[in-house]
């Protein structure tokens, strides 16, 4: 009789040895479990709950005791820490990511405003912050104690300078501009932490999977929200801006994840996560009428529209 058991984790079947064909696999049932057209439309609906009830989404409780290094999936643990670092540099100055975003919302959409970067005083100084901020401020630290719990050494972030607000005689179109910066972002994110589920198994993929459901959760917001607000984009040049938006973001990634160290079968792996998460937003927002986005944005608490 044939006793196999497959071993079972959050990406499906678990393999230690994985092919491009077995991470493929993966790859698709997190797609299927994270990504369905349906859990993408409960989060962008999810969003004028939220305008009038801020409430971050709750994490289960985390035995980081148990992170090893055997959770790793085929990665060497030196490019893998490479990758942490990467991401948590990336994901560390929050604060300045929210007030430069608030700050292009607010003369287009107060609301929004408020739920990205909170609000402030006449001197700027923080009243009270925004729902994105307090979701994307736990996600530095939990990469952190994954780095240390694998090296027993203190992770150190190098901070860097988010871009400041630089506004135009156009706010519309800086609005335009810096939101397709975020999402494509907020996208990268999503694909980066889908392939690492796929690579790692145990605590490791399901801290990554928290900081990936919250990835999806403000990539689905940010993008229907930006599907209501711009039907049209605001100029015959924007959709190339767009795509550049794009292959800078995804140029900057490469850089601080340290892209030379990768074997190329996880450059491979990575870019076919990129291009099936995009196929699938690409599909869904495809799906949505402008009767839906108004049925869900247009409320009496969402009036500031253009
Ligand atoms: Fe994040
Ligand atoms: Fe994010």
């Not at 196999?4 to 092919?19: H, N, Q, S, W």
């Not at 729902?131 to 203190?154: C, N, V």
């Not at 519309?172 to 589920?197: F, K, N, P």
């Not at 990936?212 to 711009?230: A, P, R, T, V």
Request: include cysteine.
């Amino acid at each position: 009789m044939n006793s196999y058991r497959p071993i079972m984790d959050l990406a499906g079947e678990v393999c230690f040895k994985p092919t491009f064909w077995q991470i493929k696999a993966r790859v698709n049932h997190l797609i299927t479990k994270y990504l369905s057209y349906q859990i993408i439309c409960d989060r962008l609906e999810d969003l004028p709950v939220q305008f009038n009830n801020p409430q971050p989404r709750s994490w289960p409780s985390i035995d980081w005791s148990t992170i090893t290094s055997e959770q790793i999936i085929g990665i060497e643990l030196e490019v893998f820490l490479k990758i942490l670092q990467g991401t948590f540099d990336t994901e560390a100055p929050i604060r300045g990511y929210t007030q430069t975003s608030r700050q292009y919302l607010e003369p287009i959409h107060p609301t929004m405003a408020r739920f990205v970067g909170g609000t402030v005083d006449e001197q700027d100084k923080m009243l009270e912050l925004g729902l994105w901020e307090k979701e994307e401020r736990r996600h530095a630290p939990a990469l952190m104690k994954i780095y240390q719990q694998l090296t027993r050494q203190k992770a150190n972030p190098n901070l860097r300078k988010p871009k400041i607000y630089q506004p135009s005689a156009n706010p519309q179109l800086d609005l335009y501009h810096h939101g397709l910066h975020r999402i494509a972002t907020e996208y990268s994110a999503v694909c980066l932490y889908l392939w690492l589920m796929s690579r790692t198994t145990g605590t490791i993929q399901q801290v990554i999977g928290e900081l990936l459901e919250d990835e999806i959760n403000h990539m689905s917001k940010f993008w229907g929200f930006g599907q209501w607000l711009y039907p049209i984009p605001p100029k015959s040049k924007s959709r190339m801006r767009g795509l550049k938006h794009l292959a800078t973001t995804m140029n900057r990634m490469t850089r601080v994840l340290h892209w030379d160290s990768w074997a190329m079968t996880h450059k491979i792996e990575l870019i076919y996560s990129f291009s099936f998460v995009f196929k699938q937003m690409q599909g869904w927002s495809n799906c949505l009428t402008r009767d839906y986005l108004q049925s869900i944005f247009a409320s009496p608490s969402i009036s500031e529209k253009k």
